[in-house]
């Protein structure tokens, strides 16, 4: 599915949501259920220094998809992560660079990806994308 | 007894909604709110007599610097200084700081040792390590117990001939403790160091009288107890203040200048480089008098009532902890529950409309010692209530049954 189709989907889910609580119980859900990275790559390396909680991103080559994986120690951090990683994970590098995150916006959790809110989301995004830049330039 | 009701009208900002609830602002150990009397100094500066000051030969000029030197005059009252000349104004308590070890580096030599008391904020730590980068001088640190207490023995220990300088702070921000300044001081004045005390988070709490502490440097900012931001002192001992270089050079802190040599203005304005923030010296004078019209006993005996309130509230919940259990400390509590992180507790809070603050709280060092990322810190004012204890015992609550 390419990544426009994932966010609206994302957002149809979404959408079935009453009130905040639901949306965060619902994220929280994610962020528990999902094993998203292996531990040898919870490296000091890896990590992305957002003020508060610690993100990991690692990034493989599949097939000329990248395949994201990552984690945090905080639990809605996680639970977001869990989020960009089914919208931009497994998806060809230029995609991903090409892609917007305004979904996150339209599923209300716009909070988290203002660049003030210290979770290392923000740096997290820009992260995949520089993978997809790295990976698009070794493709060429 | 303090009227809550009758304070809370005073401080606008109190009636906000946030996230469709009520405000429940318990960051104040962060910054305080600010009551209408302020503001309506700070308004009446811009609308009546703002004017540069010490440099005019009119009017509004005139009046700015009466307002001006009034306000340190005020400053100078509230902690006993015996000269105003002694009060510095600063952009706050890290400029106070940074001005401090900046004049030190001329004083200080290679094997040379400063102390620092384990519970610090980066900002008591950082411009001493620059400083015994730049001298030479060694770094060393007052270690502190699991109770978040100075181990006073181990300070004792470490204090000797070469002990230059002891920096700590009076309150610890992240953890509410109250240190012993007094013993810390005679010690130090008995091997000839001078100390400073960081007393930002103090300030809003307890009244320093610097004589009676007989303290060399002592350092605040406005905005933690009901002032703006931007502004401080630094209270510093007259033989000190001549004795330490100027720390920028501009306009006023000049008596003469050529372009061969340039003589220092006398105190307070060697370190008053620049316009000041006169609007907001002035409204910082107003902060005090707004506090003092209150009283610090009173201020004192309520919020501690808060605390043991709060603290009792608080441990009632399954697997809260509370770093910070100090004998002597103010209102502030600093906590995590057991297998969740501070942030996400906040966030949570933050959606209720409670404001905390998570995180290391510039003190990384603590946090280290604990072995943890962060707390969720509480910290009161004289404006807060029980109802409102109850509405963050409840809160967090829920973010532990959401989260766990």
């Keep these: 599915m390419a990544i426009k189709e994932i966010q609206e989907e994302i957002v149809d889910e979404f959408s079935m949501f009453d009130d905040w609580m639901q949306r965060y119980e619902y994220m929280i859900e994610l962020g528990k259920s999902l094993p998203l990275i292996d531990e040898q790559y919870k490296t000091e390396d890896n990590i992305i220094k957002g003020c508060q909680s610690k993100v990991w991103v690692h990034a493989e080559l599949d097939n000329e998809k990248l395949v994201f ?47 003030t809110r210290a979770n290392g989301l923000v740096s997290m995004i820009k992260q995949l994308k520089l993978y997809a830049v790295a990976y698009q330039t070794q493709l060429n | 007894m303090l009227d809550v009701q009758k304070i809370r009208k005073d401080f606008p900002i109190l009636n906000r909604e946030v996230n469709g609830k009520p405000l429940v602002y318990l960051d104040n150990a962060a910054t305080s709110q600010t009551p209408k009397q302020v503001i309506d100094v700070i308004v009446d500066y811009y609308q009546n007599y703002n004017a540069n000051i010490h440099r005019g030969v009119h009017f509004l000029s005139q009046e700015a610097t009466d307002k001006y030197e009034q306000a340190r005059q005020k400053i100078q009252k509230h902690f006993n200084a015996k000269k105003s000349h002694e009060i510095i104004f600063t952009s706050g308590t890290t400029h106070g700081i940074n001005l401090v070890a900046n004049g030190f580096s001329s004083i200080l030599k290679k094997g040379d040792e400063i102390l620092v008391s384990a519970m610090e904020h980066h900002s008591n730590i950082v411009p001493w390590q620059m400083l015994a980068e730049r001298t030479g001088a060694l770094l060393k640190v007052i270690p502190m117990n699991e109770e978040g207490e100075l181990v006073m023995d181990a300070f004792h220990d470490l204090l000797g001939a070469k002990t230059k300088l002891v920096f700590c702070n009076h309150i610890s921000n992240a953890l509410g403790t109250i240190n012993p300044i007094k013993e810390i001081i005679e010690s130090a004045h008995t091997v000839g160091a001078a100390v400073l005390i960081d007393g930002a988070q103090a300030a809003p709490h307890i009244q320093a009288d610097v004589q009676a502490l007989d303290v060399d440097f002592y350092t605040v900012s406005a905005h933690k107890m009901c002032g703006p931001t931007g502004v401080g002192v630094l209270y510093g001992k007259e033989e000190w203040l001549n004795k330490l270089p100027p720390y920028q050079g501009g306009g006023e802190m000049i008596a003469e200048v050529t372009f061969e040599k340039t003589t220092y203005a006398e105190l307070p304005h060697k370190f008053e480089a620049g316009t000041p923030n006169i609007c907001g010296g002035i409204a910082f004078g107003a902060a005090l008098d707004y506090m003092n019209s209150i009283g610090f006993q009173k201020i004192a005996a309520y919020e501690h009532e808060l605390l043991k309130y709060a603290t009792e509230e608080l441990l009632s919940i399954e697997g809260l902890r509370i770093y910070g259990t100090a004998q002597e400390k103010t209102s502030v509590i600093s906590f995590n529950i057991e297998g969740v992180h501070p942030y996400d507790i906040g966030t949570i809070l933050d959606k209720l409309g409670i404001a905390v603050r998570t995180g290391h709280h510039c003190a990384q060092p603590i946090m280290d010692f604990y072995k943890i990322p962060g707390t969720v810190r509480a910290s009161f004012c004289f404006y807060n209530t029980k109802e409102e204890v109850d509405a963050l015992v409840e809160g967090v609550k829920r973010a532990r049954n959401m989260l766990l």
Excluded: C, V, W, Y
Excluded at chain 1, 87 to 103: L, R, Y
């Design chain 1, 69 to 115: 994986t990552a984690d945090s120690d905080a639990i809605i951090t996680k639970g977001i992560i869990a989020i960009l990683i089914r919208a931009f994970s497994n998806q060809k590098p230029q995609d991903i660079i090409d892609a917007d995150t305004a979904f996150i916006d339209e599923i209300g959790l716009k909070e988290h990806l203002s660049p």
